[in-house]
C-alpha cells in the first residue's frame, strides 16, 4: 500500500517519512520509502542510469530546466523512483519476498504546485498527474511558510523555493511558498487529505503518521508516543 506525504517546501517531508521508516521498520513492517531522486547513481533502476551521480547538480539542472520541461522530467523521475526499481528476489511460485508498505516523499504534489504557481495551466498538470500511479493514503504536512523559512534559513534554500529569485531572500521564499500552500490547501480539500499540523515537534508529527499506517495496515493499534488519538483536517 502507497503512504504518500505531502506539503511545501521545509515541511519536514523527508524528516518525517526517515523517521516513520525507522521506527516501522524496527517493529518488523516492511517499509520502502521512495523518493524521486533515489534513481540517481542507483543500480536498482538500470533504466536510470544515464542521470550523473551528482544529486545538487542534478537539482540544479532541473530548476534551470522551462517550466514546462521540468514539470514533465520531475514527473518523469517520481513515477521512474516508484516504478522502475528492479524487482527484489521472489519467493516460490514467482510472488515478491515481501509486500512492503511504500511511504512516498512528496509524491507529485508539491513539484505539481510549484509548476502551477509558475504558470503552467492547472488542468493540464491535473491531466498529467492523473496518468500516474494512485497516490493511496495522502497525509498533508501543513505549516505557515514564515516558519518553514525559519527551518531551512542558512541551510539549503534554492531559487526555485523561492520564485526564482537569486538571493533566496526571505521575502521571496514566503511569498512563493505562501502561493504554493494555497494550490495544495485547494487540492487537500478536494480530495479529501489528512491534514496533519507540521508545525508541531518533528517526533510528534512522526509518531501521527506511523500510527496511521499502523492502523491503515492491520499492522496493530498501538501508538507512538506523542500521537494523537485524531488529527486535524
Partial sequence: ??????????AGKSSVSRT????????GLPVERVDRWDIVDNPAYPAARFMRPDVPDARQCVAEMPVGPRFLFLMWSIG???EGRTPGPAQPGGHPASDPVTLLDGYWMKHAACEIVYGLDRTWVEAVVAGLPSAGSVTYLRVDPE?????KAGRDVLPYECGMDPSCSRESFVAHQRSVVAVLDTWAERFGWLTLDASAPLEEVAAQVSSLVLDTTGGGPARFSGAPGTAAR
Fill in 1 to 10: 500500500m502507497i503512504f504518500t506525504l505531502v506539503g511545501a517546501d521545509g
Fill in 20 to 27: 516513520v521508516t525507522e521506527r516501522l521498520s524496527a517493529l
Fill in 147 to 151: 516558519l518553514t523559512w525559519e527551518r
Fill in 80 to 82: 521512474m523512483a516508484l
